[in-house]
């Protein structure tokens, strides 16, 4: 079922919603829900989400939660969030985002935003930071290819470069990090909301 939710979100997202448009609302009509994101904590977001969503999608849809790669069947998440032995350096690192396995070619923006910077690091390899607004920015790396520029306007689901091994890799996965107010949270918790929400709210229509 979820599958199909994300597939008619991604498909007609685009299309219904003139990207210009969105960001107006965002940066003019949207100003007090916008204010209220960044100042709520990353544990009060997560459980208000149904409210935002309910209040306003396009606000709601600059918040990271829908899968960064694919509708999720065939990928896995190789790597955690928090502290592990790193598969390189063989000594325990805080690991800042999630590392996803799989076979899907494209990666795409997980909510609404502005590409912020994107670049080659020797650990991340190639990379994508989109900023959505509203204190969160995402983080892609270790992409095969970029597709996008800086200060492109992204709406939710659009491809931002392809699945690859740049940089310190061990092999061909994505690194998906979140950060809220510059502080790196679990990228897991928003994948598993996005999902549980919308596949709870699409049955109920």
């Known amino acids: 079922m979820i599958k199909y939710i994300l597939k008619i979100i991604l498909f007609l997202f685009p299309i219904i919603t003139n990207a210009q448009a969105v960001l ?3 940066l003019h009509s949207e100003r007090s829900l916008m204010s209220e994101l960044q100042r709520l904590s990353h544990a009060e ?10 209040s306003n999608p396009v606000v709601a849809f600059t918040i990271p939660c829908l899968p ?7 990928n896995r998440i190789s790597s955690g969030f928090g502290w592990r032995k790193h598969p390189l350096k063989g000594k325990f690192q805080h690991h800042s985002g999630i590392d996803i396995a799989g076979n899907y070619q494209y990666v795409r923006t997980t909510a609404t935003g502005l590409v912020e910077q994107v670049g080659y690091d020797n650990a ?3 990379f994508v930071i989109v900023n959505h607004g509203n204190s969160y920015q995402t983080i892609y790396g270790h992409l095969a290819d970029i597709q ?4 492109q306007f992204l709406n939710v689901g659009e491809k931002i470069g392809i699945l690859g091994s740049t940089g310190h890799s061990t092999g061909k996965h ?5 950060k809220k107010n510059s502080i790196y949270v679990n990228p897991a918790e928003y994948l598993t909301l996005g999902i549980r929400f919308l596949e709870g709210y699409f049955h109920k229509q």
């Open 148 to 151: 996008v520029k800086k200060n």
């Open 174 to 178: 994505l690194h998906y990090a979140i």
């Open 24 to 26: 107006d609302s965002i």
């Open 124 to 126: 991340l390899g190639l």
């Open 45 to 54: 977001i997560i459980r208000q989400f149904p409210y935002f969503f309910e």
């Open 68 to 74: 960064p790669v694919g509708f999720w069947e065939g």
